[in-house]
């Protein structure tokens, strides 16, 4: 009897420990994996110009960052002047506003 205790006691033993060491594994798995952006990582104005260059803006004549959103005066593919809210960690256009300075331009 004791020694079916004895084994009974060991095989749950080894259960929770081969348990906790599978939790631990996914675990550190997991934190290897985080695809969430680092919230101190910003691209950097080059990147942006890059970014918005491909996307079809030019004539960037100014780009600033404020906090985590930089601030870019461009050009859209048709011309419009555009000034745009960017994302400064995923480079994703927030907003875009037609540039007041493009209408008196126009006359309007």
Same mark, same amino acid.
């Given at each position: 009897? *004791?020694?079916?205790?004895?084994?009974?006691? !060991?095989? !749950?033993?080894?259960?929770?420990?081969?348990?906790?060491?599978? =939790?631990?594994?996914?675990?550190?798995? +997991?934190?290897?994996?985080?695809?969430?952006?680092?919230?101190?990582? *910003?691209?950097?104005?080059?990147?942006?110009?890059?970014?918005?260059?491909?996307? =079809?803006?030019?004539?960037?004549?100014?780009?600033? $960052?404020? *906090? +985590?959103?930089?601030?870019?005066?461009?050009?859209?593919?048709?011309? @419009?002047?555009?000034?745009?809210?960017?994302?400064?960690?995923?480079? @994703?256009?927030?907003?875009?506003?037609? +540039?007041?300075?493009? *209408?008196?331009?126009?006359? $309007?």
């Amino acid at each position: 009897m *004791r020694a079916t205790h004895l084994l009974g006691s !060991l095989a !749950l033993a080894a259960g929770l420990a081969t348990g906790a060491l599978a =939790g631990a594994t996914a675990l550190a798995q +997991d934190s290897k994996t985080d695809s969430r952006p680092d919230a101190s990582v *910003r691209l950097t104005i080059p990147q942006v110009y890059e970014k918005l260059t491909t996307l =079809g803006y030019k004539d960037i004549d100014e780009i600033e $960052r404020e *906090r +985590d959103i930089y601030e870019v005066d461009a050009r859209t593919s048709a011309g @419009q002047r555009v000034k745009l809210h960017v994302d400064a960690r995923s480079g @994703q256009i927030l907003r875009t506003k037609a +540039d007041p300075r493009d *209408r008196a331009r126009d006359g $309007r």
